[in-house]
């Protein structure tokens, strides 16, 4: 019983070493790179994309709100965790200086789960039209809001607006 112990309760250990050590490089990362005042608000921006006929897609915000309160957990990814047709947006600051980013995975052909009898299934919707959102920490400094989509040859610029 005790070796059975031993042997659950290293991997544990290891695993919440790890995930620190994770994090507490993830901070630095943050506050080396940019010292922005944040305040106690969190933006909400609206955005409604279509796609023309020939494939390209055309984004515009349709609103953005500021309310009272802080984000539980600021989300983040890794540039090589960019799929084709996700869409990264980004808010900017004054000097043109990225002070946030958000993935968004691809809003056009978003994975629905679908349960039957069998079991859990996944299957790919294809729409025309359709609207997302993203939020962000407020800080005073940001600026512009930018959209960009991945695509094989990298990411093209869909959409910059000043907020």
């Known amino acids: ?8 309760i290293v991997p544990v250990f290891l695993f919440c070493s790890f995930q620190k050590e ?9 506050n080396s790179e940019t010292v922005i005042k944040k305040s106690d608000r969190i933006i909400y921006l609206f955005f409604k994309a279509d ?8 984004i515009t915000l349709q609103n953005s709100k500021i309310a009272d309160g802080r984000l539980k957990q600021v989300s983040s990814f890794e540039r090589n965790e960019v799929r084709k047709g996700d869409l ?9 200086k990225e002070v946030a980013q958000q993935l968004v995975r691809d809003p056009f052909n978003p994975e629905m789960e679908v349960y039957e009898k069998e079991g ?34 990298g990411v093209q610029l869909l959409f910059t607006q000043k907020l």
Do not use: Y
């Not at 019983?1 to 659950?8: A, D, E, G, R, S």
């Not at 994770?22 to 943050?30: A, I, R, T, V, Y």
């Not at 796609?51 to 055309?58: I, R």
């Open 88 to 96: 990264i947006i980004s808010l900017a600051s004054s000097n043109g």
């Open 22 to 30: 994770n994090g507490e490089s993830q901070n630095k990362k943050l």
């Open 120 to 153: 859990i299934t996944r299957h790919k919707a294809a729409f025309q039209k359709t609207e997302f959102s993203a939020r962000f920490s407020f800080s005073e400094n940001v600026q512009m809001v930018k959209v960009e989509k991945a695509t094989e040859d």
């Open 1 to 8: 019983m005790k070796n059975v112990f031993n042997v659950l």
């Open 51 to 58: 796609k023309d006929q020939s494939g390209n897609a055309k």
